[in-house]
C-alpha cells in the first residue's frame, strides 16, 4: 500500500499521505471525450479529432481529509486530477478553476490542477507530459455534482480541461526516435464533457 501511495504522489509531485481506494473494471466510473494527440502523426492532417475515452485502470484517494486526487490510465497514458475535497458541511465552494502544477500551501490551499503521461508502447518511458496551466487560456473547471446526485462514500463530478505539452524529466536520455515522437504530438491535450460517476472513495484518517 505505502509503495502504491508513494508512486502516485511522486508522479503529482506531492507530499501527501493518504488512503487509497482502487478499481480495477471494464466499466470505470470516468469517461470523457479527448483529442487524439497522435491525430497528426497517423494522417498528416491539422486541427483536433475528438473520441470517447475510458481509462483501464482508475484509482481515487482524499488525503488529510481535504484534498482530492485521482489518477486514470490506459496501457500508454495516465491522466491525473488534484482539488480540494469540499463534500462536506460548510463548504459552500464546489468548483476550482485548474491552474499550474504546483505543491499546495498554507497561503494556497486551493490548488487544483490536471495532467496527462504519454508513456513509451515498450519501455513505459515518459514521453510527454501535458499540464493545466493559469497562462493557458480557458484551462479548465472541476465541479462537484450537487449533494441530492452524491452517493456516501463515492464522488460524482464534471471536468473540463486544457492541457498544454512540456517535455518531461530525463527528455535529454530519450532516443532519437522518441523525441522525434514527442514534436508530432499534438501541443495540446483537451478532456471535454469529463464525469466522474459514483467512484467509490476512502477518505484519509
Given at each position: 500500500m505505502k509503495k502504491l501511495i508513494g508512486a502516485f504522489l511522486l508522479v503529482l509531485g506531492l507530499g501527501f499521505v493518504a488512503c487509497e481506494n482502487e478499481t480495477k473494471n471494464g466499466d470505470p466510473s470516468i469517461i470523457a471525450m479527448v483529442n487524439n494527440e497522435e491525430y497528426t502523426i497517423k494522417t498528416n492532417a491539422s486541427g483536433m479529432k475528438?473520441?470517447?475515452?475510458?481509462?483501464?485502470?482508475?484509482?481515487?484517494?482524499?488525503?488529510?481529509?481535504?484534498?482530492?486526487f485521482m489518477k486514470a490510465e490506459t496501457d500508454t497514458t495516465m491522466f491525473a486530477l488534484r482539488v480540494p475535497y469540499t463534500l462536506f458541511?460548510?463548504?459552500?465552494?464546489?468548483?476550482?478553476?485548474?491552474?499550474?502544477?504546483v505543491q499546495a500551501t498554507e497561503d494556497n490551499k486551493n490548488v487544483?490542477?490536471?495532467?496527462?503521461?504519454?508513456?513509451?508502447?515498450?519501455?513505459?518511458?515518459?514521453?510527454?507530459?501535458y499540464r493545466t496551466a493559469a497562462s493557458i487560456s480557458?484551462?479548465?473547471?472541476?465541479?462537484?455534482?450537487?449533494?441530492?446526485?452524491?452517493?456516501?462514500?463515492?464522488?460524482?463530478?464534471?471536468?473540463?480541461?486544457?492541457?498544454?505539452?512540456?517535455?518531461?524529466?530525463?527528455?535529454?536520455?530519450?532516443?532519437?526516435?522518441?523525441?522525434?515522437?514527442?514534436?508530432?504530438l499534438q501541443?495540446?491535450?483537451?478532456?471535454?464533457?469529463?464525469?466522474?460517476?459514483?467512484?467509490?472513495?476512502?477518505?484519509?484518517k
Open positions: 475528438f473520441e470517447t475515452w475510458r481509462p483501464n485502470y482508475n484509482e481515487l484517494k482524499v488525503a488529510n481529509e481535504n484534498v482530492f458541511e460548510n463548504q459552500p465552494v464546489r468548483s476550482f478553476e485548474f491552474g499550474d502544477v487544483a490542477f490536471a495532467q496527462y503521461i504519454v508513456y513509451d508502447k515498450k519501455s513505459k518511458t515518459q514521453l510527454a507530459v480557458n484551462s479548465g473547471i472541476f465541479s462537484y455534482a450537487d449533494d441530492k446526485k452524491q452517493v456516501p462514500g463515492t464522488v460524482t463530478a464534471e471536468f473540463f480541461a486544457n492541457m498544454q505539452k512540456e517535455k518531461p524529466e530525463g527528455y535529454d536520455k530519450l532516443t532519437t526516435k522518441q523525441k522525434e515522437y514527442y514534436e508530432k501541443p495540446m491535450k483537451s478532456f471535454q464533457d469529463g464525469v466522474i460517476y459514483i467512484m467509490p472513495v476512502s477518505a484519509g
